[in-house]
């Protein structure tokens, strides 16, 4: 099974910026497979259901972004490394909650499906105060 491991959470002030990492790993990721994934990053916020914050394409032509982080976050990816990131600017406290990375067999579309993404890291969380 694929495994996914979320990195580079923390605790910040409101207007400043983190980067997420996720590191994939296992026999399905390898520097030629990790291109067969489209791949994700959702967010829990306290209380609250999980939702879609950014979604990449194979290539990394094709994107996603909730309209909450648009213009503030950057989804982006480097297969060799298959490693998938999430820069963070002008994080806000509505901001704050675990960040998930995941991936999908199937192909990119322009509205995120949920259940398209099969495998899910153990989340980092992101804690941004006033």
């Given at each position: 099974q694929v495994q996914l491991v979320e990195s580079g959470g923390g605790l910040v002030q409101a207007g400043d910026s983190l980067r997420l990492s996720c590191a994939a790993s296992g026999r399905a990721f390898n520097p030629y497979t990790m291109a067969s994934y489209t791949m994700a990053w959702l967010r829990r916020a306290p209380g609250k259901e999980r939702e879609f914050v950014a979604t990449i394409s194979l290539s990394g032509r094709s994107t996603y972004y909730a309209d909450s982080v648009k213009g503030r976050f950057t989804i982006s990816r480097d297969n060799a490394k298959n490693t998938l990131y999430l820069q963070m600017n002008s994080l806000?406290?509505?901001?704050?909650?675990?960040?998930?990375c995941a991936a999908s067999r199937t192909g990119w579309t322009t509205i995120p499906v949920l259940g398209h993404f099969g495998s899910w890291g153990q989340g980092t969380q992101v804690t941004v105060s006033s």
């Open positions: 806000k406290p509505e901001d704050t909650a675990i960040y998930y």
